[in-house]
């Protein structure tokens, strides 16, 4: 295949996929949801569960995007030092969401910072926004997709603590969010927590926490213990679906940690809405692809 071919196919799969996100939620997510609805028994929460199902459902058979805020797109990206493309990657990554913006359709969610000007097409001046990350002696690119809300992911908060506030002062930070922003951002909610030496890191570990399946746990028993911890203690607070009271709060807590220096513990937290609209797909050499998140899609 020709490499001018090859970029065209690139770009028109990750658009494709991008515009999909907007519209089916990722497996993991969908079946938490029905699992949170079964669970339930308060008639008001029941209902409202069952409302998000039929959101879904007419999202899918009206190909029309499941939330009217379809986002600020943000992109992991794990990308072999081997990958073909790997240098027009960053391109064909920004024409991929501008051409998803039109054919989506999505909301124009990009305003130019001072200029204060919507770009239109969902690109900008960092937009949309990659965090990247090589993989040596690799042929294949792995991509996280994510459709960062302006409503739940976007306010994300961090906060750098003296040592001496533990991990009781984490969890306190934590549960003050909860209990003040929680209500807003559109429950029950995915809970990205960073725990590390500094803000910056921590704001990162927070978002990278969000793209793990829903339930999944962290490889330290002590952390996987305080991610268990969490969701009691957000559960008791009793948001519900819709912040409409309820047995259960959120899908997950997903905690992501670093070492740190010795003087300070920094703690930050995202969180995703209920329709938790993230995808991974992995592309090898040839272009060939999988969807890891939406089994049984096609593009």
Same mark, same amino acid.
């Given at each position: 295949?020709?490499?001018?071919?090859?970029?065209?196919?690139?770009?028109?799969?990750?658009?494709?996929?991008?515009?999909?996100?907007?519209?089916?939620?990722?497996?993991?997510?969908?079946?938490?949801?029905?699992?949170?609805?079964?669970?339930?028994?308060?008639?008001?929460?029941?209902?409202?569960?069952?409302?998000?199902?039929?959101?879904?459902?007419?999202?899918?058979?009206?190909?029309?995007?499941?939330?009217?805020?379809?986002?600020?797109?943000?992109?992991?990206?794990? @990308? #072999? /030092?081997?990958?073909?493309?790997?240098? =027009?990657?960053?391109?064909?990554?920004?024409?991929?969401? &501008? !051409?998803?913006?039109?054919?989506?359709?999505?909301?124009?969610?990009?305003?130019?910072?001072?200029?204060?000007?919507?770009?239109?097409?969902?690109?900008?001046?960092?937009?949309?926004?990659?965090?990247?990350?090589?993989?040596?002696?690799?042929?294949?690119?792995?991509?996280?997709?994510?459709?960062?809300?302006?409503?739940?992911?976007?306010?994300?908060?961090?906060?750098?603590?003296?040592?001496?506030?533990?991990?009781?002062?984490?969890?306190?930070?934590?549960?003050?969010?909860?209990?003040?922003?929680?209500?807003?951002?559109?429950?029950?909610?995915?809970?990205?927590?960073?725990?590390?030496?500094?803000?910056?890191?921590?704001?990162?570990?927070?978002?990278?926490?969000?793209?793990?399946? @829903? #339930? /999944?746990?962290?490889?330290?028993?002590? =952390?996987?213990?305080?991610?268990?911890?969490?969701?009691? &203690? !957000?559960?008791?607070?009793?948001?519900?679906?819709?912040?409409?009271?309820?047995?259960?709060?959120?899908?997950?807590?997903?905690?992501?940690?670093?070492?740190?220096?010795?003087?300070?513990?920094?703690?930050?937290?995202?969180?995703?809405?209920?329709?938790?609209?993230?995808?991974?797909?992995?592309?090898?050499?040839?272009?060939?692809?999988?969807?890891?998140?939406?089994?049984?899609?096609?593009?």
């Amino acid at each position: 295949m020709e490499k001018t071919e090859a970029l065209g196919l690139l770009t028109d799969r990750v658009a494709k996929f991008t515009a999909m996100i907007g519209k089916r939620l990722p497996d993991d997510v969908t079946a938490k949801l029905k699992e949170l609805r079964d669970e339930e028994s308060m008639p008001m929460a029941k209902m409202i569960y069952e409302a998000m199902e039929r959101n879904q459902e007419q999202a899918v058979a009206l190909n029309r995007p499941s939330c009217q805020d379809t986002g600020m797109i943000q992109m992991f990206v794990r @990308v #072999g /030092s081997k990958f073909p493309y790997i240098d =027009a990657l960053a391109e064909v990554l920004k024409d991929a969401v &501008a !051409i998803a913006t039109k054919e989506g359709p999505l909301r124009h969610n990009a305003v130019e910072t001072f200029d204060e000007v919507n770009t239109g097409t969902n690109t900008g001046t960092k937009a949309p926004w990659l965090y990247w990350d090589i993989l040596p002696d690799s042929d294949r690119l792995e991509l996280d997709i994510y459709m960062a809300g302006g409503g739940c992911s976007l306010p994300g908060q961090g906060k750098t603590l003296m040592p001496g506030e533990g991990y009781e002062g984490v969890v306190k930070f934590v549960l003050d969010i909860m209990t003040s922003y929680g209500l807003n951002a559109c429950p029950p909610l995915l809970v990205g927590i960073g725990i590390g030496t500094s803000i910056d890191s921590a704001a990162y570990m927070s978002k990278v926490a969000l793209m793990r399946p @829903v #339930g /999944s746990r962290n490889a330290n028993p002590k =952390a996987a213990q305080l991610e268990k911890d969490l969701i009691s &203690a !957000i559960d008791s607070i009793g948001l519900g679906p819709q912040g409409l009271q309820g047995k259960k709060s959120v899908m997950g807590v997903h905690i992501e940690n670093s070492a740190r220096h010795p003087s300070v513990i920094s703690v930050a937290v995202n969180v995703g809405c209920w329709a938790h609209r993230r995808g991974t797909i992995v592309f090898n050499s040839d272009l060939s692809y999988e969807l890891i998140t939406h089994k049984g899609v096609k593009l």
